[in-house]
């Protein structure tokens, strides 16, 4: 059975909402049925049918030949199988994903993998703002599994997040890892101003010294890590970096000090 | 008893009589080969036999630095008792006092099962409300402050309930000389063989010992059917020309491992031959009414 294929016809003229477009809500339905599905926002309220021509049949597997910034919420509440997008998303891709994988060929809007809880979540381009992070009013951000941003992440990668790895290899924005109540951040190609601001827990691990690291944090030594060597290992094995991020011996930065102070910056010692 | 001769090695006609255990197995890492093994030798010893030790410990096998989990040279360890509790006991004592105290060490499970022990998850507390928690890629490790840097140990490690206690051969030789050249040579053939541990010192045991004593309270006493001083007094097992008896006792995570373990022992003692090893190669059994398993001789030989 060949894999279900979303060809975009043309640029949308609205935004549309992706989420109904995962497995678990397309498992029972007939193709004629999935055609008539609402996507647009707007009064447009274009239809499946009216954006994309569809093909295949194994809703286990979804491909969507061709992306736009318009793409909101793609693989929201993903729970199995794997959601392939050729091209850009918008806002929230995979957006409380509990399990199975996206893969994302272009870049991301901003809140990518917002409050996800498992599965795999990969960004071959850059991200937006937020990535990871919850909603406005939520309490906490991502809470497990793990994404990865081939390329740069915006400001706040990571805000509030709870648990899991967040992996950015291109670099990220400011106050990355704000308000991070316990998980894993590792950032290669640097960090913007003040990583970590209001964590409680948490690892931030970064691979050079941040552009500017906030006066609450506090260094404490470096020392052979064995955790270091376990990071680097995972992030090898699950194919997310090429090399080693940390290396045997790390700089460790307690913080944020502003509250309860528990988390900390970890730093490639040859890089700080 | 006496059973078939092969290069000059008689072997009984017998079989090793072995128990059913309880049995954890962990890698620990250090900085160095030589740090793994001091932490290691340390969390193994005195853990020869569950009568006075409430575990039996021993390295299963050495591992590269490209086989741990943290890339740095390590052994695993495999830990055996009667019971789960007494497990767990053993295992958070051992590694809480002679791992967690070792210079740069680490800890990690070894064994898949969906029954598990608690390992870091209890000695976390160490850390005094300092220790971190973190889960990588479904393996949750903690992390404990200490002088030299941090404890890493994996929260908990696998049990199994299939692992077997107490198989054995005994090496019947000429003289002390012989019986120890054939001992050596089993327990090294032995203790290649993967799963298993050989809990006596240098895997061999000479008090080799019986169910039972004249004196109230002892559950065990020497094997005097096996005693060589003994010969002209009991009920020997032993001929003329026998002067020296030592043994070999393996416990195994698989009754397979224990087999081939054996097999692979018996092997090295017929190679070694009756002059400069053993003339005769037995095993203790208690008439096959106590224990689970049996491993017969004549099914081990090459």
Known sequence: MSRLTFTLLSEPPERLDLSPLVPARLASMAMHEVEKIRLGVSKHSLAVGDVFRLS????????????????????????????????????????????GSILVEGSAGPHAGSGMSGGRLEILGDAGDFTGGPLAGELAGMSGGTLIVRGRAGDRAGDRMRRGLLAVL?????????????GTLAIVGGS???????????????????QMLSPSFVESGAWDSVFASLAD?????????????????????????????????LVAAQGS | MRGLTANGVAVDNTFAEAFGMRATAIIVTAPTRKWALEAVRSMIGFATSVIGCGCEAGIDMELAASETPDGRPGFRVMLFAVSSDELQKQLLKRVGQCVLTSPGSACFAALDATDRLKLGSALRYFGDGWQISKKLGGR????????????????????????????????????????????????????AV???????????????????????????????????????????????????????????????????????????????????????????NYGGKLGKFQYHLKDLLP
């Open chain 1, 170 to 182: 291109g670099g990220c924005g400011d106050y990355a890892a704000s308000r991070m109540i316990a």
């Open chain 1, 56 to 99: 295949g049949a194994d809703v286990s597997a979804i491909v969507f030949e061709g992306g736009s910034r318009r793409f909101d919420c793609a693989g929201a509440l993903l729970d199995s199988g794997t959601i392939r997008i050729a091209g850009d998303v918008g806002a929230q891709t995979g957006r409380r994903m509990s399990g």
């Open chain 1, 233 to 265: 290992r995972h992030l090898i094995a699950e194919g997310i970096a090429q090399e080693p991020l940390l290396g045997r011996t790390v700089r460790r930065y307690c913080g944020d000090n502003a509250v309860l102070g528990k988390g900390e910056i």
């Open chain 2, 140 to 191: 949750h490790y903690w992390r404990v402050p200490v002088m030299d840097g941090e404890f890493v140990c994996e929260a908990t490690t696998g049990l199994t309930k299939d692992a077997v206690g107490g198989g054995n051969l005994l090496l019947l030789a000429a003289g002390n000389d012989q019986a120890l050249a054939a001992a050596e040579a089993a327990a090294a053939a032995m203790q």
């Open chain 2, 194 to 284: 993967p799963g298993i541990i050989l809990p006596f010192p240098g895997g061999v045991v000479r008090s080799g010992s019986k169910i039972g004593s004249k004196y109230k309270g002892m559950i065990a006493s020497t094997n005097d059917a096996y005693a060589p001083t003994l010969r002209a007094q009991v009920a020997s097992a032993l001929t003329a020309d026998i002067n020296a008896v030592l043994e070999i006792v393996i416990d195994g995570e698989t009754s397979e491992a224990v087999a081939a373990s054996m097999a692979a022992g018996l092997r090295a003692v017929i190679e070694l031959g009756p002059e400069r090893g053993a003339l005769r190669v037995s095993a203790g």
């Open chain 1, 192 to 210: 913007g101003r003040m990583p970590g601001y209001l964590m409680r827990r948490g690892s931030i691990l970064v691979d050079r010294m941040p």
